[in-house]
């Protein structure tokens, strides 16, 4: 039985209590969150092929033996992070499509596999500017039943950080996670990780499926569900500067005195430099003591302070800095999107001291 709180049966969507994903850098996979667009598949890793093909010198049709000795191994820490992650801070602005996550569609884990650009360079790609990829997986797309597919541009592919993943913190990835395989692309959203991979195409354009033509795209603010022009929208890859308060939680009640405020922050491309945490509303600001991984920049930071908050009601608010002195927007309404993505505004959480 799962402990994480499920949005959705079916598709399985769910996300962990957030003092329980605050507890450890590393995300259990039990306490990592699941984000699925259809049927979790049944794939056995003894018969599971790799197919690689589209513009390339030598088509590759992959077993998963095949694959693990096709190069050395790699473990590489990363987050992996939902575009709608926070999405429930967004919708008290207008309502949005999709689930309500609080900041928990997101976690950290130690990924193993081989390098992307390994296997591309076994099928000799050409210079061609995207891989597309495809799951197992069907999904409801834009009112048709399709196969998941996204793709990457090419630069980040060829990245050394970009996985082919069979492990997740040392064990077998987790059904729900991709078994027997998924990608993994540091730092982009988790929409462009595609679990339960089955093919790799190597072609000059972006994947024409629906989950990357019509979804995770965001939108401005002007446009609704109705008016709609997949176009007009940004193609989500790389996440946004991000923290969450994670304890205490909304509406916790408190006494008064010294209180443990605990959360996370997460780096957009340069590192997180500070982050501050208000007691008011965002008046007054003390600044958070950081943990973080040197070793691994894509992890996420943790940060703790304490507040002596007196008997009343108190509005707390993260935000994080990165190395160019960029922070988060203040309110919501400032990133509002009918998509419900990306949600960075500034982290408030209600608490109430008697
Ligand atoms: N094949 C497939 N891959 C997928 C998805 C999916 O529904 N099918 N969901 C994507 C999205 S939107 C996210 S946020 C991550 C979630 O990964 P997780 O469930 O392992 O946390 O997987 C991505 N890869
Ligand atoms: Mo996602």
Redesign the pocket.
Known sequence: MTSLIVHSAA?FNAEPNLDRLRASFVTDAED???????DI?QLDAATHRLRIDGLVDRPLDLSMPELRDLAPHRTVGAV??????RRADLQPVKPTTGDPWAPG?I?YARWTGIPLYEVLRAAGASAASHVAF????V?EEAGQRV??G?SIGMQRALQDDVLLAWA?NDKP??R???YPL??MVPGY?????????TSITVQDRPSDNP?QQQD?KLLPPDIDAETVDWNAGLTIDAMPLNSAICTPQADAILSPGCTEVRGYAIASGRAVARVDVSPDGGRHWVQAALQRDPEEPAAWIFWQTTLDLPAGEHELVVRAWDEAGQTQPASAAEVWNFKGYLCAAWHRVKVIVT
């Open positions: 598709p990592f969150y699941v984000r699925s667009h259809g598949p992996l992070q939902c575009a709608g992650n569609a976690g495809t799951g197992a997986d999904v196969r998941y996204v997740m990835l987790k729900e996670h991709g998924r990608l959203a988790g929409v462009r990780s595609p679990k339960w991979l989950m995770y």
